[in-house]
């Protein structure tokens, strides 16, 4: 049974999850206040008519007649329309991110779009805000963090490894650079995790907020994994093979070179920073057992940028070293930091129903879609 206040947070909830139109996308967007919307809100709900005209409904909450739900009589639990697909909208100042929108749409456009090797958000639309030149919204699919929820196991993780290095490069074979691939900027689509759809804001509740969302494993239905966030990124002409630029402060404020000058800088060894930063915190720092890629990490964060692998280099040396990896590995446990005692006994029994399940029917130890 919910207490009352559960039953109050899930009907405003419910509430919030409005009836769809054929081709009509909603949105959830950020946190704010149950009973009123905060400043940034506000904006939403002035241009909450417009953007459903354009075929984007937003969440009823922005609606202008919205009214909490503890506040009526009559609370109505509805459902998505059968056509209708969740996405993300994205708010932003052209002239603060001024190739957001360009470097979206190439790799959204045949024939990079269906390329293996991209893994690039794809943007589906892209919105002019009418009286505001320059604010623009972007249409994208509904993602979450790349490690949410946890690895099961470490064959899980070299899949996912493999995909963020074959897609960075993938991006620097097209010579671009993103200039702020770190940890925030990695997302996975989580579709085919989820039994039950997830709701956009409570990540382990079901989209109808009734019971937590069921997922499977990683190994049993591999997601994709994606770089978002193009607004600081910069394409480069096919023969300009060591560009300058001046530093830029994206997410990860580590980058060696920006600590000891302001002098222009190749931002594609910075890009190897930001990726090999990302898995010594993630993986080497944060969880046990990932010794075995310390060595290519530590030369991908050298301090001097000359002196890092470039993206090719990366990938063959890392399919050396899976090539060392034993099966047994592979299926091996990733131990995370939040289990206690007990939920750690209870994740090790499944984990090894799961691992003796996979071994009898031969489930490849890292997941192949």
């Known amino acids: 049974m919910l207490s009352r206040r559960r039953q109050r947070q899930a009907e405003e909830k419910a509430e919030e999850v409005a009836r769809l139109e054929r ?3 909603l949105l959830f967007g950020p946190r704010g206040h149950p009973g009123r919307q905060n400043a940034s809100e506000l904006w939403w709900c002035k241009h909450y008519q417009w953007l459903k005209d354009s075929g984007y409904l937003l969440r009823r909450r922005y609606a202008p007649d919205w009214v909490p739900s503890w506040q009526t009589s009559n609370t109505s639990w509805l459902t998505m329309g059968s056509d209708g697909a969740f996405v993300t909208l994205k708010l932003f100042k052209k002239s603060r991110l001024p190739y957001e929108i360009e470097i979206g749409q190439l790799f959204s456009t045949e024939p990079l779009s269906s390329d293996p090797a991209n893994h ?4 589906y639309d892209v919105l002019v805000v009418p009286d505001e030149e320059d604010r623009a919204i972007i249409v994208m699919p509904l993602l979450r963090f790349f490690d949410d929820p946890p690895f099961d196991t470490f064959g899980e993780v070299i899949h996912f490894l493999r995909q963020i290095f074959a897609g960075l490069r993938f991006m620097h074979k097209q010579h671009i650079a993103h200039r702020d691939c770190m940890y925030l900027n990695i997302m996975m689509d ?6 039950d759809p997830y709701h956009p804001q409570d990540l382990e509740m079901k989209r109808d907020y009734t019971e937590r969302a069921r997922h499977f494993t990683r190994t049993q239905r591999p997601p994709k994994y994606l770089f978002v966030d193009f607004g600081i990124s910069r394409r480069y002409g096919p023969n300009d093979i060591a560009p300058l630029e001046d530093p830029i402060w994206g997410g990860d404020k580590t980058v060696p070179e920006f600590q000891q000058s302001n002098e222009p800088r190749n931002p594609f060894p910075t890009d190897v920073y930001y990726l090999g930063n990302m898995i010594r915190n993630s993986f080497l720092v944060a969880k046990a057992g990932f010794e075995f890629v310390e060595p290519l990490v530590k030369d991908m ?4 940028p000359e002196k890092r692998p470039n993206m090719d280099e990366v990938i063959l040396r890392f399919e050396e070293i899976i090539k060392q990896l034993s099966s047994w590995k592979l299926r091996s446990r990733v131990i995370n930091e939040q ?13 090894w129903a799961r691992r003796f399940s996979f071994v009898i029917r031969r489930v490849s130890a890292i997941p192949t879609p």
């Open 339 to 351: 289990d206690d005692n007990i939920l750690g006994f209870y994740r090790c029994v499944t984990h």
């Open 190 to 195: 989580a579709t085919p995790l989820f039994s």
């Open 120 to 123: 690039c958000v794809l943007i």
């Open 301 to 304: 964060v050298q301090d001097d």
């Open 23 to 25: 081709s009509t996308l």
